[in-house]
């Protein structure tokens, strides 16, 4: 695999939940390095490629290759492919028996084998990093929305994942504590990290993505960069979409505070 | 090992009659006892403490003690200590409507709590009588709530009369155990009445799932 | 009615041993009703659909057939199938284990249904394999919510314990109705019998209630 061949690449993938066809022939390829911003109304698929990208979802049709790997192949792949991987959800998903800092080791000891000195080195630089360093003894239960999807970006980043998959990270939160993980994530791709993003914050795919791929019930109908979608978008959907959102070609500021 | 079925079949008569105690003895208890629950349940809640205090006495007694233990009670003490000499059936009713009784009276308890205060409100608010809320409104939605558990007592009653069987009662598994003592057929006589309980029971299993499946509460 | 409580005080020693034994007995098949009932909870809920029929039919069967009826049978004819000796106390753990057993699986199929399916999925994200995640994520909240209905399976243990006596295990009923029988004082000895039964159910049933509200918030996800 050369340097430039994209690290995930999604060809014609086809997803249905019985009648319903929830992906119509979906391709995608991400680049290292690259944030992809996956925006479009809700129900037009983005999440549930997202799911199919690390295998919790199968496919009816289609491949998604990861390092050049089939990741639908079989269920060896499937784990091996979601180790390099990371995910951060929508519900945030931490473990609540688990205090926070066995919340971001469990994975490095469970899965890489760690040891547990070198998995709590681990965790607790992680926890510094997204600032929350002196919440690694209290429960999830204990935390802000915002606060635990923190810690779930750092439970993903404990397993030094070559690519992170967000899943609509913000859509749960209040709208003061959406700055501060919007702020980790920025930190994320700015330090070069490979990101598919599925998103409502338009400020933020505009700021921060490389590439945006718009979704209209199941299919791709643009993409390119942040420029082409939100001021000239080249279809009509596109368009009609932005516009229901609120976005006129100025710009929204969210208050993104700076990474420190 | 050498198996004589026909003892089984052969007394084909003798597996019915008990049967048919069994499904008395299930069927008397629990049409005594659901009316002996509901009157706990309110006499639980009632506003008077000391009734309160009784009634969970009561109840709480029946749920903690061994249903086995509290037969023998009824069985030996009664007469013993009130003079009172009651038949093995009898005997037999009343201590599982005792028993069956606080079972129900904790079941009814919940379902009537469950009903959201806002129902009671509402009822109130439209000029009803507390009793015409009670009747109207909260009964009817706790009956609902209350019946997948009454299936579940149910079934564990029918399970329960086996132990009646300590008493001479001659339901189903007294006089199994009867005619294995008679006949030396323990395996076949043994293997007769499980399989005799299954076939009553399973159904009745299956039932309450269909009734927990149907009347699931959704809010 | 003239009351006499001298021979349970004369005995004291006789029926300590009894609640010794309804003690071991509950506890015994207490641990093994719990391992039954997660390998069977754990296997129905995960384990495919014809896995699932077979342990529903193990299940179901012991919501049939009577506990008394399992335990005689497990005692008298066991022994004669197999031609093994089966001595009293073992019959009951085995029989008394069994019967919990499936109705703590339901409770541990209940807990682990109730489980979010993101919790299954963040684990599987994570790179686990489905035994991981089952064991290290799922189980231990399931076993949490499960505390309340968990509890209430181990008092009736403790009162199902009582049914060993059919077959002369010398627990606290049989033992009681031995020494009603020897000195005629029933009302004494089974009132007392009772009480000791209520002094073990009523602290665990509450107990474990105490328990669930202390640890409820690490089972809700």
Request: include cysteine.
């Amino acid at each position: 695999m050369t340097a430039d061949a994209p690290i995930l690449s999604a060809r014609d993938v086809r997803k249905r939940y019985g009648d319903v066809v929830a992906l119509d022939g979906v391709s995608l390829e991400v680049r290292r390095g690259e944030v992809v911003c996956l925006i479009g109304p809700s129900g037009s698929g983005k999440s549930t490629l997202l799911r199919c990208l690390n295998a919790l979802e199968a496919v009816d049709g289609g491949t998604v290759a990861f390092e050049g790997r089939d990741i639908h192949a079989g269920a060896d792949d499937a784990r091996l492919v979601r180790r390099r991987m990371g995910m951060v959800f929508q519900n945030f998903e931490l473990f609540p028996h688990l205090t926070v800092l066995r919340n971001v080791t469990i994975g490095p000891t469970t899965v890489l084998k760690l040891g547990t000195g070198a998995a709590d080195a681990r965790a607790t630089a992680l926890l510094a990093k997204v600032g929350l360093a002196d919440k690694a003894a209290v429960h999830p239960a204990a935390l802000s929305g915002g606060q635990q999807q923190r810690v779930a970006i750092a439970r993903a980043l404990a397993m030094e994942p070559a690519l992170m998959l967000f899943d609509e990270p913000t859509s749960a939160l209040d709208p003061e504590t959406i700055g501060e993980v919007l702020a980790v994530m920025k930190g994320l791709a700015d330090d070069g990290m490979t990101m598919v993003v599925v998103t409502h914050e338009m400020d933020f795919a505009r700021r921060v993505a490389d590439r945006v791929v718009v979704f209209d019930r199941g299919r791709v109908i643009e993409v390119g960069p942040p420029k082409q979608i939100f001021e000239a978008p080249h279809a009509t959907r596109t368009r009609d979409f932005l516009s229901h959102l609120g976005w006129h070609g100025e710009s929204i500021d969210i208050g993104i505070k700076e990474k420190k | 090992m050498n198996l004589q079925w026909n003892v089984v079949f052969d007394n084909w008569r003798i597996f019915l009659d008990g049967a048919l105690m069994t499904v008395f003895l299930t069927v008397t208890t629990m049409a005594l006892a659901l009316p002996g629950g509901l009157l706990l349940a309110f006499l639980r809640l009632s506003p008077y403490r000391a009734v309160r205090l009784a009634a969970t006495c009561f109840v709480e007694f029946f749920r903690a003690t061994p249903l086995l233990l509290q037969i023998y009670w009824v069985y030996y003490v009664l007469p013993a200590a009130f003079g009172i000499q009651l038949d093995a059936i009898t005997t037999a009713i009343l201590g599982l409507t005792c028993n069956i009784s606080a079972f129900n009276s904790e079941t009814f308890r919940a379902g009537i709590l469950s009903i959201r205060k806002g129902q009671w409100n509402a009822g109130l608010a439209l000029g009803m009588s507390k009793g015409q809320v009670m009747g109207r409104i909260v009964l009817p939605q706790a009956v609902m709530r209350v019946l997948p558990a009454l299936a579940s007592t149910w079934v564990s009653l029918f399970k329960d009369t086996s132990l009646v069987a300590i008493i001479s009662v001659p339901e189903l598994s007294y006089v199994s155990l009867r005619l294995r003592a008679e006949s030396y057929r323990i395996l076949e006589v043994l293997t007769a009445v499980a399989v005799i309980y299954w076939l009553l029971g399973y159904p009745q299993a299956k039932l309450v799932d269909w009734i927990h499946r149907r009347w699931k509460i959704v809010e | 009615m003239d009351m006499n409580f001298q021979p349970l005080f004369d005995s004291w020693f006789f029926l300590l041993k009894a609640l010794g034994t309804t003690i071991l007995l509950s506890v015994l098949s207490m641990l093994l009703g719990f391992v039954v009932g997660v390998v069977v909870g754990t296997l129905r809920t995960y384990g495919g659909r014809l896995v699932n029929a077979l342990l529903g039919f193990y299940v179901d069967t012991m919501r049939a057939i009577p506990l008394l009826v399992v335990l005689v049978w497990m005692f008298f004819a066991f022994p004669i199938l197999f031609g093994v000796r089966v001595d009293s106390m073992t019959a009951a753990v085995v029989a008394l284990g069994l019967h919990l057993g499936a109705y703590v699986g339901e409770a541990i199929r209940a807990g682990l249904t109730s489980v979010r399916r993101g919790q299954m999925n963040a684990a599987l994200a994570l790179g686990m394999s489905r035994v991981q995640a089952i064991r290290t994520i799922i189980l231990p909240q399931a076993l949490i919510r499960m505390l309340p209905p968990l509890g209430s399976l181990f008092t009736i243990a403790i009162k199902d314990s009582a049914i060993a006596s059919v077959i002369a295990v010398p627990e606290l009923l049989r033992q009681s109705q031995t020494l009603a029988g020897q000195t005629f004082r029933p009302f004494e000895i089974y009132t007392s019998a009772m009480f000791v039964y209520f002094l073990l159910c009523y602290p665990v049933a509450r107990g474990t209630d105490a328990l669930y509200r202390r640890l409820a918030h690490l089972g809700s996800s």
